[in-house]
Nanobody
Framework: QVQLVESGGGLVQAGGSLRLSCAAS????????VGWYRQAPGKQRVLVAR???????NYADSVKGRFAISRDNAENTVYLQMNSLKPEDTAVYYC??????????WGQGTQVTVSS
């Protein structure tokens, strides 16, 4: 069983920055993909950003140029740097990982609230 523990959420004013962290209980080299989803109240969970084992990244159009995903292989941690935050970025952010056999794991989520 894999555990993903997120941290770094909180309340920030519009235009501010936050960095989310996701610590995995095993080597992130064991995952084909790690990334972040978010879910706003009353809406579906949607992809924010992901990074593959080869280092390729994908971003939702709404966050391109503002968010950056990265990973620290030695620390088994994935980060999401969020800059120029907007009220519409308010959501619960979930870390996820997918193994090479297509098993998905999810963190418990961390709340990000952006005030206007």
């Amino acid at each position: 069983q894999v555990q993903l523990v997120e941290s770094g959420g909180g309340l920030v004013q519009a235009g501010g920055s936050l960095r989310l962290s996701c610590a995995a209980s095993r080597s992130i080299f064991s995952f084909s993909t790690v990334g972040w989803y978010r879910q706003a109240p009353g809406k579906q969970r949607v992809l924010v950003a992901r990074i593959t084992s080869a280092g390729s990244t994908n971003y939702a159009d709404s966050v391109k140029g503002r968010f950056a995903i990265s990973r620290d292989n030695a620390e088994n941690t994935v980060y999401l740097q969020m800059n120029s935050l907007k009220p519409e970025d308010t959501a619960v952010y979930y870390c996820y990982s997918r193994t090479f056999t297509f098993t998905d794991y999810w963190g418990q989520g961390t709340q990000v609230t952006v005030s206007s």
